[in-house]
């Protein structure tokens, strides 16, 4: 499915979400070019979030904060609805997931504000680049995330458990998984744990919370990176009346490279 799009331009992959031709995860696409995650919260909740994502820059690595009402990002894409060009939202009602939707116009108010939130998959054309494997792309699935044990800072209304995503590396090349993504904080930056899930909080390594498992072969260590999937775990746990989200893997494809993300 990916190599189909392997030499779209983001603007050209988000007309083509936009017309609902394409609804899979979007790890491998748009190589070199940044990804984002999403929560539009009501205006009521706003503050407190902007507050949440100060406090825990890791997990919530905010891009972009769209205007109360709008739909259209002003800094890290052109002609961007983020309404209509992801390829797969959440709509969350008292903490409760609800539906998904390729669309979410339909639930459009004035009193909305979209927050694009730093992405991994960003990291991941970098990290191939530098000769690591992405199993979950080797195996065509969506990256493995967990619910981990470990508390996010809470602001205002806002608290809950921090979400991670996992990648298995081979031993000789955990060193080099850590400088290529530490150079890029602002899609989450280096892992926060690697090795023993159980440290973390995490039961069962093969039965992720979102997305998919994923093999980990003999003697391979495993990495977890902060996850802009942790608004979720913290909307479902807060339960405010109504969210919409990305649903996790099906991210925003934009038009800033990777390259002016690192510091």
């Known amino acids: 499915m990916i190599e ?3 030499d779209m331009t983001p603007l050209q992959m988000r007309h083509i979400i936009r017309e609902g031709k394409f609804t899979e995860p979007t790890s491998g696409l748009c190589p070199g070019y940044a990804q984002a995650n999403l929560i539009i919260l009501r205006k009521e909740h706003a503050y407190d979030f902007l507050l949440f994502a100060q406090r ?3 997990a919530c690595p905010i891009l972009e904060v769209l205007d109360t009402g709008s ?3 002003r800094f890290v894409a052109q002609d961007c609805d983020i309404a209509k060009d992801f390829p797969k ?3 969350y009602e008292k903490g409760v997931c609800t539906g998904e939707y390729t669309d979410v116009e339909q639930f459009w108010s004035d009193d909305l504000v979209g927050f694009l939130i730093g992405c991994s998959f960003s990291f991941e054309s970098e990290m191939i680049e530098a000769g690591i494997e992405m199993r979950h792309n080797t195996m065509g699935c969506n ?3 967990y619910i981990t044990g470990i508390d996010t800072v809470p602001a205002g209304v806002f608290s809950g458990k921090m979400v991670v ?3 298995p590396v081979p031993p ?3 060193i080099k998984a850590v400088t290529v993504t530490a150079a890029l904080p ?3 930056g280096s892992p926060i744990h690697i090795g023993d899930p159980s440290v973390i909080g995490i039961k069962d390594i093969n039965h992720p919370e979102f997305g998919d498992p994923v093999e980990i072969k003999e003697g391979e260590v495993t990495m977890f990176w902060p996850c802009g999937v942790t608004p979720q775990s913290v909307v479902m746990n807060v339960k405010p009346d109504f969210a919409i989200t990305h649903a996790p893997g099906h991210m925003l494809l934009l038009d800033v490279k990777n390259v002016e993300l690192k510091e």
């Open 165 to 167: 995503s996992m990648r």
């Open 71 to 73: 739909r259209f990002t």
């Open 89 to 91: 939202y959440r709509i």
């Open 4 to 6: 189909k799009y392997k």
């Open 186 to 188: 602002k899609v989450h």
């Open 172 to 174: 000789s090349q955990v």
């Open 56 to 58: 825990n820059p890791k």
């Open 143 to 145: 990256v493995p995330m």
